[in-house]
């Protein structure tokens, strides 16, 4: 059962408590308490002795909430309700960066954000931010998941983060409101957000567009008010967020493949017991799992229904083949940047998947 308000989002699957806009208001807290024993109490759980705050910047119709929830559902279930997870979809306590800090100053305890967006905190973390790194999705999770996937993550810790597991989040591609982007030239003049990280500032640059750095909460009103004329977004973001409703092209320009890492505070690992910490483990693996199908569904039909909203056209194998040419010294730069040992590690492990 979801329950819905201006305030709050509840959702009663197995015990997961979904919170929306002001999570600090008071009777919000009490009221949705409340809500969470009557969820645990439906489902012959005990009350929890713990809960733990998962942040992310998505709204409920993304997969991002979606993997979210069944996260919450399987720590609920394997923990017999005595350990519960609260979301906070829409970006509740602030940018992807607020979050960060909230997780290490203890604010936050869970998060789930663009992998690129940790650059700041451990470079190796921009190495998957790399143009055209990965051939296809399934090729990123074989070495998400592979030793370069873990040295990435672990690369985190030392400023308090774990990384727990990879997201999906599907490929980058551009949108805009004036006109199809068919060859690299078409870029430019175009004001295009970019995530606040230095490659994809480069990366616009080097097609001949104008970068518009900007935390992703503040793209749909940026749109509207056509501050830019476009950005870069996976098929379900643009969809769940309704960017079509102010952008009439979408090339599938497949640039960048990015994950989004599924993060704990170390803080909060350190409070749990060993069975907690197993049970977050073994949850963690399954709602990967189901998350990563989902997501890969979802952009499938997706793309249907932005093919009604949208001009939308596909680059020729001849353009990509240019345009990978035209921003390979941002990957040569970058993977000299962000760690060039670890870089070779990541291609080499690419090489071994695809079997050359």
Known sequence: MVWLSDNVICNFAL????????????????FSSLLLMAAFAVHGFEIPDRYLRLAYANNIKNPQFQGAQKLADLVAQKSKGKLGIKLYPNAAFGSDLETIYSMQVGGVDMAIMNTNLLVGLAKEAG????????????????????????????????????????????????HNNQRPISKFEDLRGLKIRVTETPISIDFIKALGGEPVPMAYP???????????????????????????????????????????????????????????????????????????????????????????????????????????????????KYAKEYGEGLARELFAEIAKVRGK
Request: no cysteine; proline share 5%; glycine share 6%.
């Open 127 to 174: 190495l998957l931010d790399l143009p055209y790194l990965f051939e296809n999705e399934q090729e990123a999770f074989k070495v998400l998941d592979g030793p370069v996937g873990r040295k990435i993550h672990a690369a985190l810790e030392p400023v308090g983060l774990l990384g727990l597991a990879y997201f999906d989040m599907g490929y980058y591609h551009l």
């Open 218 to 332: 503040e793209l749909y009103n940026a749109l509207l008010k056509k501050s830019v004329d476009g950005a870069g977004q996976p098929i379900n973001n643009i969809a769940s967020a309704k960017f079509y409703e102010h952008q009439k092209y979408l090339s599938l320009t497949r640039h960048t493949y990015t994950p989004q890492s599924l993060l704990m505070s170390k803080k909060a690992w350190e409070k749990l017991t060993p069975e907690e910490r197993k049970v977050i483990s073994e949850a963690v693996v399954e709602a990967t799992a189901f998350q990563r199908e989902l997501s890969l569904e979802n952009t499938a039909r997706q793309l249907v229904f932005l093919k009604s909203k949208m001009t939308v056209n596909e680059l020729t194998a001849g353009e990509v083949v240019r345009m990978r040419e035209k921003v390979k010294p941002v990957t040569e």
């Open 15 to 30: 015990g997961g408590l979904v919170m929306k806009l002001n999570p600090k208001n008071p009777l919000l807290k009490l």
